[in-house]
C-alpha cells in the first residue's frame, strides 16, 4: 500500500511540473503589457514552436524584437508571414516597414509604409506612417556621409549582458557615471580611472542613498561629477529629476528639485549651465510644442529654481526632445530629439549658440553612425571634444546597449612627446654617446611594422625628442658598435594630462 502511495504521489509531481512548466498565451501577454520583452519573447518563441502558422505568435515575436536593443530586422520574416495572410492589417505593414528600416532597406519600408496608409483607417497610424517615410529618406540622406569615428567598447567591467546606458563621464574622464538593470532593476554604477590610464575600474552601485527598490536612471552630471541628477518611476508613477551632492564618487541622498522643475507630468534629462545658475531639463508639463520639451530655468536668491521658460521652436518640436547637456564653455547644446531630421527615434543633436544668453541657432544631426535607426539619447563629451561617451548597440557588445568611447579622428590628438639622454651603459654608470660613436639610427615603427617615423639627436648631448600620436609603436635604436635597442610603446586615446615623458635610454656596446 505504501508503494502505491509513493507511485501516485511520484506520478501527482511529474504532472505538476510539467503543467507549472508550459508556457500559456496569458503568460507571455501578461509580460509583453509589462514591458517585460526578453521573457515574452521566450514564451512566444516556445508557443511559436508548437504553432508556427500562429498569426498571433509570429506578429508577437516580432514585436518584442521591435522593442528591444537588439538586431531588430530579425522581426522580418516573422512580419513577412503576417503581411502575407488576406485580412493583414495596417499596422502589420506598418511592423514590416519598422523591421525593414533597421535593416537599413529604406525602399522596401516605404514601400510597406505606403500600403499601411492604403489600408489605415485611423488618422493616428496615417500620421505615423507619414512620419516614418520622412525617418526613412533622413536615413537615407544623413547615411550618405560618415562620420570618421571609432567605437571603443569599454569591456567587461563596465558593461554586462544587460542593458547598460545614460552614461555621463567627468570633463578629465576620471569618472564615469551611468544606468544598468544587471542586477534585476536599473540602477546608478560608477566607474573610476586614473589620470592618464585609460584603464577603468570595475564599476559598482551607488550606495542605496540613491539607489531605490525603483528604476533609476542617470539625467545628467556636472563636468567635475559632484553634481549627480537622477530620474526614476516613483510608486506614485510620477517621474522627478532629483539631485545628489558628493565628492569623489560619494553622493547624498537624493533630492527634489523643487516644484517649479517637478511637476505631476513627466522630467527626466538635466544639466546644469558651466556656472551652476543655470538648469536645463526635459518636461512633457502643459502648455509645450508637444511630447517632452527642454525648458530652462534659473537659480534664484532664495536657492530655487525659477518658472521655467521652454527654449522655444527652434529646439522643440511636436515630436519628444530630452537630455541636454551643456559644453564647457555653454554654447553648445547636444539634445535627443524625435523630431527634426531624425533618421528613427531618438537622434542626437547639436544646437550652438554665439553668446550665453544668445539664441540657438537651428539644431544639425550629430551625423552617422553616432545616429542610426535606433534610440540614441546622450552623448558625454570630455574636455578636448575628441573623445565622447554614448551608449549603443554593436555586434561586438556584451548584451543589449553596451557603453563605449568615441574617438572623433577629424580631431587632432593630444601628441605624447616623448624625450630624453640616449648613453651608453646604464643608470648608475654611464658614459655619453659622443665618446664612442654618435652613428646611430632612431626608427620608431607603427603597429603595422611600417616605419612611422625617423629622428635626429643632439651629438653632443644625447638629447631626443619623438612625438607620437595615439597607438602602438616599437622604439628601435641601432648603430654598428651597440646592441640593438627595441621598446615597445602604447599611447592612449585620452585626453593628457601632462604631454611630456622622460625616456632615458641607455646602450649596450657590442662585445
Known amino acids: 500500500m505504501k508503494k502505491i502511495t509513493l507511485l501516485i504521489f511520484g506520478i501527482f509531481l511529474i504532472f505538476s511540473s510539467a503543467a507549472w512548466s508550459q508556457v500559456t498565451e496569458e503568460m507571455a501577454k501578461t509580460n509583453f503589457k509589462a514591458g517585460k520583452y526578453h521573457e515574452a519573447l521566450k514564451q512566444y518563441l516556445e508557443l511559436y514552436r508548437q504553432d508556427t502558422a500562429n ?24 512580419m513577412e508571414f503576417v503581411t502575407k495572410q488576406k485580412d493583414a492589417t495596417a499596422e502589420a505593414f506598418f511592423d514590416l516597414a519598422l523591421a525593414h528600416s533597421h535593416a537599413h532597406h529604406f525602399e522596401m519600408a516605404i514601400l510597406y509604409l505606403n500600403e499601411c ?34 567605437f571603443i567598447n569599454l569591456g567587461r567591467k563596465i558593461n554586462s549582458s544587460g542593458m547598460d546606458c545614460n552614461p555621463f563621464v567627468t570633463a578629465d574622464e576620471t569618472m564615469l557615471l551611468f544606468s544598468s538593470d544587471r542586477d534585476g532593476s536599473y540602477d546608478v554604477f560608477l566607474a573610476k580611472q586614473k589620470k592618464g590610464s585609460e584603464n577603468w575600474g570595475k564599476a559598482k552601485s551607488l550606495s542605496a542613498e540613491v ?46 528639485l523643487g516644484k517649479s522643475v517637478n511637476t505631476t507630468a513627466k522630467e527626466e534629462g538635466a544639466c546644469f549651465s558651466p556656472s551652476g545658475d543655470t538648469l536645463f531639463f526635459t518636461s512633457s508639463r502643459p502648455k509645450g510644442k508637444g511630447g517632452l520639451d527642454l ?30 547637456n551643456l559644453s564647457p564653455d555653454g554654447l553648445t547644446l547636444y539634445f535627443a530629439s524625435k523630431g527634426h531630421n531624425s533618421m528613427g527615434g531618438y537622434d542626437i543633436f547639436i544646437a550652438k549658440r554665439d553668446s550665453i544668453g544668445g ?35 554593436k555586434p561586438s557588445g556584451f548584451g543589449d546597449l553596451d557603453i563605449y568611447k568615441i574617438v572623433f579622428n577629424n580631431i587632432e590628438p593630444d601628441l605624447l612627446i616623448l624625450k630624453g639622454i640616449i648613453a651608453i651603459g646604464d643608470t648608475a654608470s654611464s658614459i655619453p654617446l659622443k665618446n664612442v660613436s654618435t652613428d646611430i639610427k632612431i626608427t620608431v615603427y607603427n603597429e603595422k611594422n611600417e616605419v612611422y617615423g625617423t629622428y635626429t639627436f643632439n651629438k653632443s648631448t644625447g638629447a631626443y625628442v619623438i612625438s607620437l600620436a595615439p597607438g602602438k609603436y616599437e622604439l628601435v635604436i641601432e648603430g654598428e658598435n651597440y646592441v640593438s635597442y627595441k621598446k615597445l610603446i602604447e599611447v592612449n586615446e585620452e585626453v593628457l594630462e601632462s604631454r611630456n615623458r622622460n625616456l632615458n635610454i641607455f646602450l649596450q656596446k657590442k662585445k
Open 55 to 78: 498569426i498571433t505568435f509570429n506578429h508577437q515575436i516580432a514585436r518584442c524584437y521591435l522593442r528591444m536593443f537588439v538586431d531588430r530586422s530579425q522581426a522580418i520574416p516573422y
Open 117 to 150: 496608409l492604403r489600408k489605415a483607417k485611423n488618422n493616428d497610424l496615417k500620421d505615423k506612417a507619414e512620419r516614418q517615410i520622412e525617418v526613412c529618406l533622413n536615413a537615407q540622406a544623413l547615411m550618405k556621409t560618415e562620420l570618421n569615428v571609432k
Open 211 to 256: 539607489n531605490t527598490n525603483d528604476d533609476e536612471f542617470v539625467s545628467g552630471m556636472s563636468k567635475d561629477g559632484d553634481a549627480l541628477m537622477v530620474h526614476y518611476n516613483e510608486f506614485s508613477a510620477v517621474e522627478d529629476i532629483n539631485i545628489s551632492l558628493g565628492k569623489k564618487g560619494r553622493y547624498s541622498e537624493l533630492s527634489d
Open 295 to 324: 525648458y530652462f530655468s534659473v537659480r534664484l536668491p532664495t536657492g530655487d529654481w525659477s518658472i521655467p521658460t521652454n527654449l522655444g521652436e527652434t529646439i522643440n518640436t511636436p515630436f519628444d526632445e530630452n537630455y541636454p
Open 359 to 393: 539664441n540657438w541657432k537651428t539644431p544639425v544631426s550629430f551625423g552617422f553612425p553616432i545616429n542610426d535607426t535606433y534610440d540614441n539619447t546622450i552623448i558625454s563629451m570630455v574636455r578636448n571634444q575628441r573623445y565622447g561617451y554614448i551608449a549603443a548597440l
